[in-house]
């Protein structure tokens, strides 16, 4: 008998990275993977670890205060910014929330001050002046199958945007976005995305978290008995003015 896949998820920096609900996402893909039967592996990697770019299907990094989001930037540089390329490029997912998608790109300006990126995806962040990016929001993505809906919340002082290699995971319906002007939010560059969106992103969106794990496992999922998960969609959609 084969036996059944498992999903093997790292969390990224999750004591530091995890201000937005971001342990629902976690719990929301090993319930997803655990209906249907599919294993489900979940560690963790934090300030100084190394990660083994080979040993994980999926890596996930949510979103931190300043002060956490600095250390982490620079932790990851030096630690893991090379895994997780090689990560990438033998076709892991990458999943990026928030203050953990700004540090996917090239940097991030503060002020004075740069916080080096990973330089996974071609985009640049920057902290102008106006107000902070605020309030929840639904943005239009295909990622196959045709286009979706994803619905969130977004709470940002940054501006990020996009290079001429990258590409918006969706088009916003409602909502700031990326920087509040070009009308795109996140970003998709292969098999790596990033988002804003969140509070938290997958339990608004298990249509969402079904496709991650479809294409960290390239395998079609059947379908589930989902009548209060999307109850939920809808309520996020309903917040955000669809």
Request: glycine share 14%.
């Amino acid at each position: 008998m084969t036996p059944a896949p498992v999903l093997r998820v790292c969390a990224l920096y999750p004591e530091l990275m995890n201000i937005y609900a971001d342990r629902g996402n976690i719990a929301v893909l090993r319930a997803r993977c655990e209906w249907r039967g599919l294993g489900f592996e979940l560690s963790a990697s934090s300030i100084g670890d190394k990660v083994d770019p080979a040993a994980h299907d999926l890596f996930y990094l949510g979103g931190g205060q300043d002060r956490d989001q600095v250390a982490v930037a620079h932790d990851m540089v030096a630690t893991k910014r090379a895994s997780l390329h090689q990560a990438a490029d033998r076709g892991a997912m990458v999943l990026a929330v928030c203050g953990g998608y700004q540090l996917l790109g090239h940097s991030y300006q503060l002020g004075a001050e740069e916080l080096p990126g990973i330089g996974l995806v071609d985009l640049r962040t920057v902290r102008e002046e106006g107000p902070r990016l605020i309030g929840n929001c639904a943005i239009e993505a295909d990622l196959g199958g045709g286009s979706r809906v994803i619905a969130g919340f977004e709470n940002h002082g940054g501006r990020t945007y996009l290079g001429t290699a990258a590409s918006p995971l969706g088009r916003v319906l409602t909502g700031h976005g990326n920087n509040g002007s070009d009308g795109s939010e996140g970003v998709r560059a292969r098999n790596v995305i990033g988002t804003y969106l969140h509070g938290p992103l997958l339990p608004k969106n298990v249509w969402l978290a079904d496709r991650l794990i479809e294409l960290a496992l390239d395998l079609e999922l059947e379908p589930l008995d989902d009548a209060m998960e999307e109850a939920a969609h809808r309520s996020a959609r309903r917040a955000a003015g669809l």
